[in-house]
């Protein structure tokens, strides 16, 4: 578990009281609006509203062209292809638009591009095999903003092509028939954030015309629409909202047999499912068979109506889920072992590893574990003969689209957002792009920390299912509306327990003022949690609840833990120090000298150490545990990094948990000898 920068909001209870009073609601809830800055009556009542208005589909700009020539196609039986994306919004965006045209009577195909063969969107192969197929219209779904190229070579065989994206469109637009996108500068339509799958929905409300049943629409399809608007992660504010709700709604009695199937795949078909379900256990599963090239069927499951087809492509679905899951831990293996063999990678800006023949449908979940684990961008690379792909993840405060885009001169393509970003690039040029990454980063000075958001502190004694309950008209939780992290602070540690078949989980115990609670927190080992009985501590939590038997129950999930008496800024300023020293960087002198231990510090440190022999421990847990020596954070992982040099002990690092082991010396060691003292002692070099 990575050290967090822990960020408490600000809380105005007279603001929340006149929260409560004007929008007539419970003052917890009310402060929870208050926390999120959600102050306007307005935008209150709409949030906590089970109703909104739909905008006019016709108010995107060229929806009237795309519903005319969909039309004449439908009217002359010209051959239509839906051609979407590998991704859960991809898919579903086809599947939907597939069946709304099938049982229009429409003469309907579909077409999804293979991830590792064809890539992402629109291309000339593609193009050719659908003329092949006698296709006339060509109707692009959350892709096709940027194929210029391919819609030109389209026009030139006959084939109209009409785009659907909900991507930011570049200055020029291809030369289709109509493009249907909200964030066209010239596009009127009132709510920008829909997903792809969002924006064929609007096409469809579109081709219904003024008469309109969006109800029965959303009978039919809100299935299809929660599971792409949620997999693609847009903000769950406005019509997305709607969407959602309407979307957990139909799904309890999905009439979608593939969709029915993997709810049963996933064991919720007779659970409550909420939107954190269906991000973590259903979209994960779509994605999974579409980063291992299976995307076909899977519009095929969300279509059909044979049983006996649909079980055997679910079944299929199933097996690339573990599949995946083999891959990706795999990839996760090798680079940490490039990691153990080359120590200073951990120690860069951003952290890059790369591989041969690494699946490029699964780095990016690869990059974002290795993200979650060291605290900073990380860039994963897959090398495949001279080429090489990468996948990146970034962190609040470091655009990694922009350090990529900074490095473009070595890109064949690239693309992305802030804090996710893909790209090509010639083998040979990976070095100085590798270079160049951290550069950028070192020029725009100080790297952010990776920040655990809490909503506010909560004493324990007032955690209640009315809590819970109180917060439910803020459900569904997603993208700019997450769910809820509460402070509890001063807990001491007086039960401690590891559940499950691998024994993989921990349940706390934990008391304050004589009030007892229980806490989860799950994958989580002996091995890796190293607080103790009597603890004092803060943790961070999840409410929830839960039915067992007919009685509700409350939940508490843990997503972080802390000593109560400790700063983690400081920890991570003093972590940002040490991290430069072993880049071997300048570090002003005034602030280096309170972190060179000497040989006093290295004696109190050893002594403990030597006392264990042997221990396995997170390295904030054994600062708390020396800092009475009056060693500094810095100075520690200093200390450790000399002894290990000089074989007076043996360190293994995974993450924030260090193994220890003393070694037998024979001879007197000189500590001042290992290279980082070397470093720090070269004070004329600084100054």
Same mark, same amino acid.
């Given at each position: 578990?990575?050290?967090?920068?822990?960020?408490?909001?600000?809380?105005?209870?007279?603001?929340?009281?006149?929260?409560?009073?004007?929008?007539?609601?419970?003052?917890?809830?009310?402060?929870?609006?208050?926390?999120?800055?959600?102050?306007?009556?307005?935008?209150?009542?709409?949030?906590?509203?089970?109703?909104?208005?739909?905008?006019?589909?016709?108010?995107?700009?060229?929806?009237?062209?795309?519903?005319?020539?969909?039309?004449?196609?439908?009217?002359?039986?010209?051959?239509?292809?839906?051609?979407?994306?590998?991704?859960?919004?991809?898919?579903?965006?086809?599947?939907?638009?597939?069946? =709304?045209?099938?049982?229009?009577?429409?003469?309907?195909?579909?077409?999804?591009?293979?991830?590792?063969?064809?890539?992402?969107?629109?291309?000339?192969?593609?193009?050719?095999?659908?003329?092949?197929?006698?296709?006339?219209?060509?109707?692009?779904?959350?892709?096709?903003?940027?194929?210029?190229?391919?819609?030109?070579?389209?026009?030139?065989?006959?084939?109209?092509?009409?785009?659907?994206?909900?991507?930011?469109?570049?200055?020029?637009?291809?030369?289709?028939?109509?493009?249907?996108?909200?964030?066209?500068?010239?596009?009127?339509?009132?709510?920008?954030?829909?997903?792809?799958?969002?924006? /064929?929905?609007?096409?469809?409300?579109?081709?219904?015309?003024?008469?309109?049943?969006?109800?029965?629409?959303?009978?039919?399809?809100?299935?299809?629409?929660?599971?792409?608007?949620?997999?693609?992660?847009?903000?769950?504010?406005?019509?997305?909202?709607?969407?959602?709700?309407?979307?957990?709604? =139909?799904?309890?009695?999905?009439?979608?047999?593939?969709?029915?199937?993997?709810?049963?795949?996933?064991?919720?078909?007779? +659970?409550?499912?909420?939107?954190?379900?269906?991000?973590?256990?259903?979209?994960?599963?779509?994605?999974?068979?579409?980063?291992?090239?299976?995307?076909?069927?899977?519009?095929?499951?969300?279509?059909?109506?044979?049983?006996? $087809?649909?079980?055997?492509?679910?079944?299929?679905?199933?097996?690339?889920?573990?599949?995946?899951?083999?891959?990706?831990?795999?990839?996760?293996?090798?680079?940490?072992?490039?990691?153990?063999?080359?120590?200073?990678?951990?120690?860069?800006?951003?952290?890059?590893?790369?591989?041969?023949?690494?699946? %490029?449908?699964?780095?990016?979940?690869?990059?974002?574990?290795?993200?979650?684990? @060291?605290? +900073?961008?990380?860039?994963?690379?897959?090398?495949?003969?001279?080429?090489?792909?990468?996948?990146?993840?970034?962190?609040?405060?470091?655009?990694?689209?922009?350090?990529?885009?900074?490095?473009?001169?070595?890109?064949?393509?690239?693309?992305?957002?802030?804090?996710?970003?893909?790209?090509?690039?010639?083998?040979?040029?990976?070095?100085?792009?590798?270079?160049?990454?951290?550069?950028?980063?070192?020029?725009?000075?100080?790297?952010? @920390?990776?920040?655990?958001?809490?909503?506010?502190?909560?004493? %324990?004694?007032?955690?209640?299912?009315?809590?819970?309950?109180?917060?439910?008209?803020?459900?569904?939780?997603?993208?700019?509306?997450?769910?809820?992290?509460?402070?509890?602070?001063?807990?001491?540690?007086?039960?401690?327990?590891?559940?499950?078949?691998?024994?993989?989980?921990?349940?706390?115990?934990?008391?304050?003022?004589?009030?007892?609670?229980?806490?989860?927190?799950?994958?989580?080992?002996?091995?890796?949690?190293?607080?103790?009985?009597?603890?004092?501590?803060?943790?961070? /939590?999840?409410?929830?609840?839960?039915?067992?038997?007919?009685?509700?129950?409350?939940?508490?999930?843990?997503?972080?833990?802390?000593?109560?008496?400790?700063?983690?800024?400081?920890?991570?300023?003093?972590?940002?120090?040490?991290?430069?020293?072993?880049?071997? $960087?300048? /570090?002003?002198?005034?602030?280096?000298?309170?972190?060179?231990?000497?040989?006093?510090?290295?004696?109190?440190?050893?002594?403990?150490?030597?006392?264990?022999?042997?221990?396995?421990?997170?390295?904030?847990?054994?600062?708390?545990?020396?800092?009475?020596?009056?060693?500094?954070?810095?100075?520690?992982?200093?200390?450790?990094?000399?002894?290990?040099?000089?074989?007076?002990?043996?360190?293994?690092?995974?993450?924030?948990?260090?193994?220890?082991?003393?070694?037998?010396?024979?001879?007197?060691?000189?500590?001042?000898?290992?290279?980082?003292?070397?470093?720090?002692?070269?004070?004329?070099?600084?100054?």
């Amino acid at each position: 578990m990575k050290l967090k920068n822990w960020r408490f909001s600000q809380l105005n209870k007279i603001n929340a009281q006149k929260i409560a009073y004007e929008n007539k609601i419970p003052f917890f809830l009310a402060m929870m609006l208050d926390v999120r800055n959600i102050v306007d009556n307005i935008k209150i009542q709409e949030l906590l509203s089970d109703q909104i208005e739909i905008s006019d589909p016709f108010s995107f700009i060229d929806m009237k062209k795309a519903v005319d020539r969909i039309k004449l196609a439908i009217d002359n039986f010209g051959k239509i292809c839906v051609y979407g994306d590998y991704d859960a919004d991809g898919v579903t965006s086809t599947a939907l638009l597939y069946l =709304y045209l099938e049982n229009c009577g429409a003469n309907v195909t579909y077409y999804i591009p293979d991830r590792n063969s064809e890539g992402y969107g629109l291309n000339i192969s593609a193009i050719d095999k659908l003329n092949n197929e006698n296709v006339s219209l060509i109707v692009t779904v959350d892709n096709g903003i940027s194929a210029f190229n391919e819609v030109e070579y389209a026009n030139s065989l006959g084939i109209d092509t009409i785009i659907t994206d909900h991507h930011q469109p570049p200055e020029r637009l291809p030369e289709a028939v109509a493009v249907v996108d909200p964030h066209r500068t010239d596009c009127m339509s009132a709510f920008k954030n829909l997903a792809g799958v969002g924006v /064929v929905f609007k096409l469809i409300c579109a081709l219904e015309g003024n008469d309109v049943d969006i109800d029965f629409i959303l009978e039919n399809y809100a299935d299809l629409i929660l599971i792409g608007t949620i997999g693609d992660v847009v903000p769950l504010t406005g019509e997305n909202r709607f969407l959602i709700k309407k979307g957990l709604e =139909y799904l309890k009695n999905t009439n979608n047999l593939g969709i029915k199937e993997i709810l049963k795949m996933a064991k919720l078909e007779d +659970k409550p499912i909420d939107s954190i379900n269906v991000a973590f256990s259903i979209v994960p599963r779509i994605n999974a068979s579409g980063r291992l090239s299976f995307s076909n069927k899977l519009v095929e499951l969300l279509t059909s109506e044979n049983y006996e $087809e649909i079980q055997a492509i679910a079944s299929q679905v199933e097996n690339d889920n573990i599949k995946r899951k083999e891959i990706e831990n795999n990839i996760l293996v090798q680079a940490e072992e490039l990691l153990k063999n080359e120590p200073n990678r951990i120690y860069q800006r951003v952290l890059i590893v790369e591989g041969k023949d690494w699946h %490029p449908g699964v780095i990016g979940i690869v990059a974002s574990r290795l993200l979650e684990k @060291y605290g +900073k961008p990380v860039i994963v690379i897959s090398i495949m003969g001279d080429r090489a792909r990468g996948s990146c993840r970034g962190i609040e405060g470091f655009s990694i689209y922009d350090a990529i885009r900074a490095c473009s001169v070595y890109l064949i393509r690239f693309g992305g957002h802030p804090l996710a970003a893909g790209f090509e690039l010639n083998y040979d040029d990976l070095n100085r792009f590798k270079d160049d990454i951290n550069s950028f980063a070192r020029n725009l000075g100080e790297m952010p @920390y990776l920040n655990l958001d809490i909503d506010c502190k909560l004493n %324990p004694d007032v955690l209640s299912i009315d809590l819970i309950n109180q917060l439910e008209p803020l459900q569904p939780f997603g993208k700019d509306n997450q769910e809820f992290v509460f402070g509890l602070c001063k807990m001491t540690i007086c039960g401690i327990q590891f559940v499950g078949s691998e024994k993989n989980h921990l349940r706390l115990t934990l008391m304050r003022n004589n009030c007892r609670v229980s806490a989860m927190k799950f994958f989580t080992t002996e091995k890796e949690f190293s607080y103790e009985l009597n603890n004092v501590v803060d943790l961070a /939590v999840k409410i929830s609840k839960s039915e067992y038997k007919g009685q509700e129950n409350l939940n508490l999930i843990i997503e972080d833990i802390k000593f109560s008496c400790v700063d983690n800024e400081v920890l991570l300023n003093e972590n940002r120090i040490y991290e430069a020293i072993k880049r071997k $960087e300048f /570090v002003d002198l005034g602030i280096l000298k309170k972190h060179i231990p000497n040989r006093n510090d290295f004696s109190l440190l050893y002594k403990f150490l030597k006392a264990k022999n042997s221990l396995s421990i997170d390295i904030s847990v054994l600062y708390y545990k020396v800092k009475s020596f009056n060693i500094s954070f810095c100075k520690l992982l200093v200390m450790l990094d000399a002894m290990s040099d000089c074989k007076l002990i043996s360190v293994k690092i995974n993450g924030d948990i260090y193994s220890i082991d003393i070694n037998k010396v024979d001879n007197k060691v000189n500590l001042k000898s290992s290279e980082v003292m070397k470093f720090l002692m070269k004070k004329d070099d600084r100054q």
